[in-house]
Every structure is written in structure tokens, then in C-alpha cells.
């Protein structure tokens, strides 16, 4: 049987270098839906993922094709926080196939994703006031933030509108999970 390779991202892998991601901002005035902030050291390579991003899904991201995780609890080896997770909707892919009329058992897929570790003080709340706002307006918003010498520069042109986010318990992740890549010796037999 002949297999069809799809390799499929919403990282550009050179660009994300380019930009280095280094963490995330909760922006929130409790009055409308909140952003989650992506905080680059280079501000053109992060416009540039921005500006694909929109023009691959639009400033509304109607059909869920960048899929956003957040593991909350502890990793062993890892400080306190969050991972935050960033990779193609494999479902939303596999609609894609089946409308394309690509046949699903035949092809392989290679999808490529990105995760930081956000180290957080223990009193730090910023994610779950991010988390309630979420559920109050059912919809968040994404953007670049360009971490410079003198402080943080929310770029808001680019937001890009999103309904959907996976707030996940570390313990609740097995080792075929999508989110498994994001911890380190999950699966793996210790001696």
C-alpha cells in the first residue's frame, strides 16, 4: 500500500527560531474577552508569524486550526507554572483530508508544534483570572507581544480572535496524548 506524507504546521519552524518565544502576558480589562500574549525578543520575525497566521486563518480563527493547550501542575524536574502548548488541530486536519478527499488511512502525517515551560511565583494567579475570563466570554484573543529593553509591546493589529483552549491537568496526560511531547519522561520506564 503506497502512503501519502503531509507534513502540516501552524509553526514555521525558521521564523519561530528567528523570533524566539520566551513566555506569555494575560492581558485583561474585565470588560471583554482577554488576550494571551506570545512575549518575542524579535519583534519583525514575530509580526511575521502573526501575519501568516492571519492570512492562513484569518483574525478569527472560525475553524480552530491553531490549537492552544495549557498544562497546569507539576512536571517533575520543572519550576512552578504552566506549559503552554502550540500545534496544528489534528481533528480540524483530518475534516480538512476527508473533504479533500484524501484518503485518511493512506497518508502519514508530520505536524510540528511549540511549548514553553512558564515559570510562575505560587501566588501567581495571572492564569486563571486568564482562564475565568475565557469562560465568562467563551473566546480569547492571541497576539505578539515584543519583549524590549524598555518593557513589553502589546501589538494588537495582529490579534487574531480564537474559541476554543485545552486547560489540562499534567497527571490527566498519557504518554500517546498530543500534549505528551510538552513533558519530559512521560512513557519513558525508570531502572
Known sequence: MKKVMC???????????EATWRGTAVLSDGQ???????LFENREAAIKIFKQWNEDFGCRDM???????????????????YTVHITTNQE???SKCKKLNLPIDETLFAIVSRYRRIETAKTNRN??????EYERYLSYKIIPVY????????????????????FRQVGDITENDIDACCISGLGKKSN
Open 92 to 94: 480540524n486536519l483530518l
Open 63 to 81: 475553524y480552530e486550526e491553531i490549537r492552544i493547550s495549557i498544562l497546569q501542575g507539576d512536571i517533575q524536574g520543572e519550576e512552578h507554572g
Open 147 to 166: 519583549m524590549s529593553k524598555e518593557g513589553l509591546e502589546p501589538l494588537f493589529e495582529y490579534e487574531i480572535e480564537k474559541s476554543e483552549i485545552c
Open 7 to 17: 507534513v502540516t504546521a501552524v509553526i514555521d519552524v525558521d521564523l519561530w527560531n
Open 127 to 132: 492564569m486563571e483570572t486568564f482562564r475565568s
Open 32 to 38: 471583554s474577552a482577554p488576550y494571551l500574549g506570545l
